[in-house]
Each structure stands twice: as structure tokens, then as C-alpha cells.
């Protein structure tokens, strides 16, 4: 099993930044990319950024140039920096793996709260 746990989450002006990041334990191994997702009330869980094993990295088209996505030394902890945030940024962000031998999303941190004031 693996486990995910965020921190960094908070309040911040627009046009502020913020630091998530996302340390995984348990069989870390078992992990291929890991992922940053976003839920905002009344709308559904999307993918906001991604990075493989080898460093590769993608982000959906509404946050390119503003956000980041970086693995840590050991490649278990992974940070999505937040830069010019904006009110439509607010959401719930979550910590996400893909299963290597799948390849579908297996494992989910908790979830931590970013509210970005206008």
C-alpha cells in the first residue's frame, strides 16, 4: 500500500504563491507518476498537474506558467508550486499516484484546502 500525505495548503491573495507538497510512503516502488488534482464546489475533480518517474511533466492548459511540478531528492515527496494564483484556483487539492503495473490513479492523500481571496 501507499501512503499519501499533503501539507502547504492555506489562504492567500491573488496574485500570491503557495507551496503544496505531497510526501508518499509504503511501497513506493509501486508508484509511476504522481499527480496533483483539484475539486472546487459544485464541479468535478480535475487533473492539474503530473510528473513520471523519468521527470516528464504536464499540467492542464489553465495553470501552465503559473504552476510547477517537482519531485524531491528521494522521488517519494512531490511539490506543486503555485505561483500568480488566482479566485479560480480555489479549490481542494489532492495528492494522487498512478499504479505502475495499472497505470490507473490508485492511491489519494487526504486533501488540503487552498482559497485564493480576490
Known amino acids: 500500500q501507499v501512503q499519501l500525505v499533503e501539507s502547504g495548503g492555506g489562504l492567500v491573495q491573488a496574485g500570491g504563491s503557495l507551496r503544496l507538497s505531497c510526501a508518499a510512503s509504503?511501497?513506493?516502488?509501486?508508484?509511476?507518476?504522481m499527480r496533483w488534482y483539484r475539486q472546487a464546489p459544485g464541479k468535478q475533480r480535475e487533473l492539474v498537474a503530473g510528473?513520471?518517474?523519468?521527470?516528464?511533466?504536464y499540467y492542464v492548459e489553465s495553470v501552465k506558467g503559473r504552476f510547477a511540478i517537482s519531485r524531491g531528492g528521494a522521488k517519494n515527496t512531490v511539490y506543486l508550486q503555485m505561483n500568480s494564483l488566482k479566485s479560480e484556483d480555489t479549490a481542494v487539492y489532492y495528492c494522487?499516484?498512478?499504479?505502475?503495473?495499472?497505470?490507473?490513479?490508485?492511491?489519494w492523500g487526504q486533501g488540503t484546502q487552498v482559497t485564493v481571496s480576490s
Open positions: 494522487a499516484a498512478t499504479n505502475r503495473a495499472t497505470s490507473t490513479t490508485d492511491y
Open positions: 509504503g511501497s513506493i516502488f509501486s508508484i509511476n507518476d
Open positions: 510528473i513520471t518517474r523519468g521527470g516528464n511533466t
